[in-house]
């Protein structure tokens, strides 16, 4: 009986209509605010979120879960609080979902502290200004487009072409070479590919460093709208609290975007350019501003984005593109040649790559590999026709470098050993730097060029 009573007190509304996603529910007292979460179902058991004031009496909802069975006229209870999800150290080593909940077969988490998903980012004077480079133990990223503690770069390719392998090594290796933390935000992915990184993650032993937060493919489009502000809810723990570097991904950042398209043609809104939300340029800016350095410890994020047709135009990418430091960019046609990571040299970009913030030597050499690489393509077509011993002395010796070139800036994943029976390898920025200094010199020009496939260090070349 006071149960009933209690539920009778908290009641505040009833529900209006129910269009897929889209709920609206009346009120007789005042209306809650934006983004407030309310509890509706026979058992509570339906998350809503409120998205926008219709009247003096009525708000449209986005739902976090299915509203099957959900009627009109049914109650709904104001929480009078946001969505919340735990922080801490208890997250660690946990698979969670948007509102904290372990979804990885083990107890739930027993945290000491909650966080809400939205929060303001940080006033310009608590932001570190100061450039570093973050190593990442991958060569031809260390090399050619060097990413930046703090900063945010873009893993951008179609299907198949490596983001999540470069994701997962790049989890490996912050474990391994910062002692840091990883926060995995998985948005729209398959169950299958959670599945396969949880376990990759737990035999390399790097879990325990890592949250993984997912909302998956088959989710309503409102949890992968909202999921990427939960991970970041989490990141800044770890960032302001803990003090902690942390490494934030993000597998995928177009889904989020594809997210929210779905959530503005429910909502009613019309679209703009190629059936994008009018809205898309805010709803990036608010997840991607809450990104940045404190002078205690620094976000680092990697995002992958996947381009639709391989189309660099596409709204979603150029959005995309204004908010990063480095632009990693992933070749379908690298990756048909067997050069993994499959990384453009000529397309990928990077502002870290300047002689004040790397060093001169850096510099120089990373601006003398892609020249040479840019040669080589010019020369492709003349090698297709004529033969190579058509071109001249000079374009051969260039020819030769950049063959080399590009099977030294290759190299053997950890988290790919099971299929390529390789030992995989973080290779140090002076062991890279060296190594193309010594192709670019004609050292190797005598050696094999498969000899530099998939190798380490350059002094394998002889071993």
């Known amino acids: 009986m006071n149960d009933a009573i209690e539920q009778e007190a908290n009641f505040s509304g009833r529900v209006k209509s129910v269009k897929g996603s889209i709920v609206d529910v009346s009120f007789v007292t005042a209306l809650p605010g934006i983004n407030q979460m309310l509890l509706a179902g026979a058992g509570r058991n339906i998350v809503l979120e409120v998205a926008g004031h219709l009247t003096a009496t009525d708000v449209r909802c986005i739902a976090f879960h299915s509203t099957e069975g959900l009627e009109r006229g049914a109650p709904v209870v104001g929480s009078g609080d946001f969505i919340s999800v735990p922080v801490g150290d208890a997250v660690l080593g946990r698979m969670i979902n948007v509102f904290g909940q372990a979804i990885d077969g083990k107890p739930a988490i027993a945290a000491e502290q909650t966080r809400s998903i939205y929060q303001q980012p940080l006033p310009l004077a608590q932001r570190s200004a100061s450039s570093e480079l973050f190593e990442t133990g991958i060569k031809i990223i260390d090399l050619l487009v060097p990413l930046e503690r703090g900063g945010k770069a873009g893993l951008f390719g179609g299907a198949g072409v490596g983001k999540t392998v470069i994701i ?80 934030l991904l993000i597998d995928n950042i177009f889904r989020f975007i594809q997210a929210g398209a779905e959530v503005s043609g429910l909502m009613g809104r019309i679209p703009s350019r190629v059936g994008y939300q009018p809205t898309l340029a805010t709803e990036l800016a608010e997840l991607e501003e809450r990104i940045c350095n404190t002078v205690s410890g620094s976000m680092t ?72 690489l840019a040669e080589y393509d010019e020369l492709q077509d003349i090698i297709a026709m004529l033969g190579l011993e058509e071109l001249s002395e000079n374009d051969r010796a260039t020819v030769n470098r950049a063959r080399r070139l590009e099977r030294f800036l290759t190299q053997p994943f950890a988290t790919t050993e099971h299929f390529t029976g390789r030992k995989g390898s973080l290779v140090s920025l002076a062991d890279t730097l060296d190594g193309c200094e010594r192709i670019l010199n004609d050292e190797f020009s005598d050696v094999p060029e498969q000899a530099l496939y998939m190798i380490s260090h350059i002094d394998e070349v002889k071993r």
Not at 202 to 226: C, H, W, Y
Not at 336 to 348: C, E
């Open 168 to 247: 997962t090594e790049l989890i490996h290796n912050m474990a391994g070479h910062y002692r840091g933390i990883s926060v995995f935000c998985g948005i729209g992915e398959r169950c299958r590919e959670a599945e396969e990184l949880y376990r990759t993650m737990d035999e390399a032993g790097v879990l325990k460093d890592s949250t993984l937060i997912f909302g998956q493919m088959n989710e309503p489009p409102g949890v992968r709208f909202r999921v990427g502000h939960a991970a970041l809810s989490v990141a800044e723990y770890f960032r302001d609290e803990s003090r902690r570097d942390v490494l």
């Open 301 to 372: 994020s990697i995002q992958a984005v996947y381009v639709p047709a391989d189309d660099f135009t596409d709204p979603a990418a150029t959005h995309v593109f204004g908010h990063l430091s480095a632009s990693i960019v992933l070749s379908r046609k690298r990756a048909g040649q067997g050069f993994y990571p499959a990384v453009d040299p000529l397309a990928s970009r990077s502002k870290m790559l300047n002689a004040s913030i790397v060093g001169e030597r850096h510099y120089k050499l990373a601006v003398e590999v892609r020249r040479v």
